[in-house]
């Protein structure tokens, strides 16, 4: 049997495009179990599969959940309060973005309040992993390794153990005797998924999975994996930076708007609870082409800054880089820039960045991205003390944004006194003094960017 690693479709032979998801290349050999008796269910002699009966919805106990919070605010705060009694969590992050790191953390974390966790590594040895720990400061007493990958083993190891959390190191590692195929394998991930929920749920303990992705950014494995467990998070960052993310990409316990920010130093993961502090504190203010955007993720508001750079090419095809910013949206901006504000930069290398190593990808940094090139074109710096915020149409026109004031709230807060915002944008909070614009051309007016760009038309 032939088996898809995208979306789990079977096929009795080779075929290079899955007829299930039409993915190219996916499909993976795996021996077929036998076949079990048939159930009562379709009239066979097996045990009653309908072991619960159905109830009205009244009668449902609704206080059957508990969280338990694990001492770690910015993971809590992703899953909404802590881990709850009998979920399943998978952990998924690119090769060495600090998964291992964050989930021994957690780990020790409960262990320190003296609830047992067990930790199994099948990359790792006990050795290793106990240095990482001694590393993080994580040698607590009630914190269990255990090096395996067979899945029985893991079984009897949580039976002995009977720990309040389990962490599985990772997924794609562990092995079912009874399954054959390889480990990693799509049969061998969705039945030890399977096995350790069943487990979670038994005993009423939590379990974080920790899992591969692929080169496209997604969760190595079955698509039937995320739909087995209760709560899928996502660590992000950029290795040659500090900042990491954590984002929730199903909760069935808690929302999913919700971001996690670490800093990972020498010690491990600090979470960073005022991250706005963090983007600006080496920004230097008077430089041409540097503005700061209030951006939103999920009901977060982050302060970013955005920085752009115009410079004169050699080259017959200009460049357009882009990073931390979307390069369909730039090359948009600078399209409205030349049509809509005089700003020719069709000759010209253009640079965008957001600092810092973040990403923003809604269209409320629109405005900010156009005044920062149009800033480096002129060599002009803007108002350090101003905000930008608010979408660019087509045709040089400016939208207003959702939840603008909990945006210039973190503005206030973090001392800035004007914003540059679209005319229809509501109150402004105490504090701020609002710039307000109905076109691209009349907010480079009111910073002071107005005229024709500069020997370039």
Same mark, same amino acid.
């Given at each position: &049997? ?7 479709s079977?096929?009795p032979q080779w075929?290079? /495009?899955c007829?299930g ?8 050999? !795996?021996?077929q179990?036998?076949t079990r008796?048939?159930? /009562?269910? =379709?009239?066979?002699q097996g045990?009653?599969p309908?072991?619960e /009966? ?11 959940h508990?969280r ?8 809590d705060r992703?899953l909404?309060?802590g881990l709850v009694?009998g ?23 409960l262990?320190r309040?003296r609830s047992?966790?067990l ?12 240095l990482?720990?001694e ?8 914190l ?17 153990v009977n720990?309040l959390?389990?962490?599985v ?11 054959a195929?390889a ?11 399977s096995?350790i929920?069943a487990?979670?749920?038994r005993?009423? &303990? ?12 997604d969760?190595a494995?079955p698509?039937?994996?995320e739909?087995?467990?209760d709560?899928?998070?996502? =660590?992000?960052?950029d ?8 984002r ?9 708007? !919700?971001?996690?920010?670490?800093? &990972?130093?020498?010690?491990?993961l ?8 963090? =983007?600006l504190?080496?920004?230097q203010?008077g430089v041409?082409?540097?503005v ?11 302060l970013v !800054? ?20 979307d390069a369909?949206r730039?090359?948009?901006i600078?399209a409205?820039l030349? /049509?809509r504000?005089?700003i020719?930069l069709a000759t ?5 960045l ?9 269209p ?6 156009a ?22 149409g087509?045709?040089?026109e400016l939208?207003?944004?959702?939840? &603008? ?6 503005a206030?807060?973090?001392g800035?006194?004007?914003a ?5 944008s ?11 614009a ?5 907010a ?14």
């Open positions: &049997m032939f088996r898809c690693g995208e979306c789990g079977a096929s075929v290079g /495009r007829p998801c039409q993915a190219w290349n996916t499909l993976t050999e !795996e021996a179990a036998p008796p048939p159930s /009562r269910l =379709f009239g066979g045990p009653d309908l072991r /009966r159905a109830m009205p919805v009244t009668e449902v106990d609704a206080d059957g508990d338990r919070p694990t001492g770690i605010s910015e993971f992703v909404g309060g009694a979920s399943v969590t998978l952990l998924g992050g690119e090769p060495g973005i600090g998964k291992s790191t964050l989930a021994l953390q957690v780990a020790a974390s262990a309040g047992r966790a930790v199994v590594s099948g990359e790792e040895s006990v050795q290793q992993v106990r990482r720990a590393r993080l400061g994580a040698s607590v007493e009630a269990w390794l255990l090096a395996e990958t067979d899945m029985e083993a893991i079984a009897a190891a949580v039976d002995d720990p959390c389990l962490i190191d990772s997924i794609q590692t562990v092995a079912d005797p009874d399954v195929s480990a990693g394998s799509v049969t061998q991930v969705r039945e030890c998924a096995a929920t487990l979670a749920r005993l009423a &303990m939590s379990a974080i999975l920790v899992g591969h992705v692929t080169k496209d950014g969760l494995g698509r039937v994996l739909h087995l467990v709560t899928v998070l996502s =660590f992000e960052g290795r040659h930076h500090s900042l990491r993310l954590l929730a990409r199903k909760n069935r316990y808690g929302a999913t708007t !919700e971001l996690g920010l670490f800093e &990972m130093v020498s010690e491990g600090q979470g960073v609870p005022d991250a706005g502090a963090l =983007f504190a080496d920004r203010p041409g082409g540097s700061v955007v209030p951006t939103l993720d999920g009901h977060r508001p982050l !800054e955005v920085q752009g750079l115009v410079a004169p090419t050699a080259l017959p095809l200009p460049r357009r880089s882009a990073q931390g910013i369909g730039l090359s948009m600078i409205v030349h /049509r504000a005089a020719n010209l290398d253009v640079y965008a957001a600092a810092g190593g973040v990403k923003v990808g809604e409320a940094a629109d405005l900010g991205v005044v920062a090139l149009a800033s480096s074109h002129l060599d002009r710096s803007v108002d350090p003390n101003l905000v930008i915020c608010g979408e660019l087509l045709g040089g939208r207003q944004v959702s939840q &603008m004031d909990r945006r210039l709230h973190e206030a807060r973090l800035f006194t004007r540059l915002v679209p005319e229809s509501g109150p402004m909070p105490a504090g701020i003094v609002a710039l307000r109905k076109s691209l051309a009349e480079l007016q009111l910073v002071g960017l107005a005229g024709a760009s500069r020997a370039t038309d």
